[in-house]
């Protein structure tokens, strides 16, 4: 059982930047995905998370429009965009996958497997 994160590097302020979160050993299709980041010094934060029917849930305002959550179930991969991305948004970002299809209504809600993250870094 894996999930492996990619598209991560060091970026300019302004840019796109889509992640992706690749799943083996087991059926993602039957799972929700969830999105996170986190920052030296700060606990992990909850962006996004997708259903396995594609519905997805946003918490907090972390997002404000500027971050797309999507999947592909045949390809087994989960996406994050981050569009107009500043410094602020760099952390290591990281997917992970919860079983019964369904997102947890809370941004704490468990997840079954991680995957090991991700570094995205936004500089000039």
């Known amino acids: 059982v894996q999930l492996v994160e990619s598209g991560g590097g060091s970026v300019q302020p302004g840019s796109t930047v889509r992640l992706s979160c690749a799943a083996s050993g087991f059926n993602l299709e039957s799972y929700a995905i969830g999105w996170f980041r986190q920052t030296p010094g700060s606990e992990r934060e909850a962006i996004s998370c997708i259903n396995s029917d594609g519905y997805s849930i946003d918490y907090g305002a972390l997002v404000l429009g500027r971050f797309q959550i999507s999947r592909d179930n045949a390809e087994s991969t989960g996406y994050l965009q981050l569009n107009s991305v500043s410094p602020e948004d760099s952390a290591v970002y990281s997917c992970?996958?919860?079983?019964?299809?369904?997102?947890?209504?809370?941004?704490?809600?468990?997840?079954?497997?991680w995957g090991q993250g991700t570094q995205v870094t936004v500089s000039s």
């Open positions: 992970a996958a919860r079983s019964g299809r369904s997102c947890p209504i809370r941004a704490d809600g468990a997840y079954n497997y």
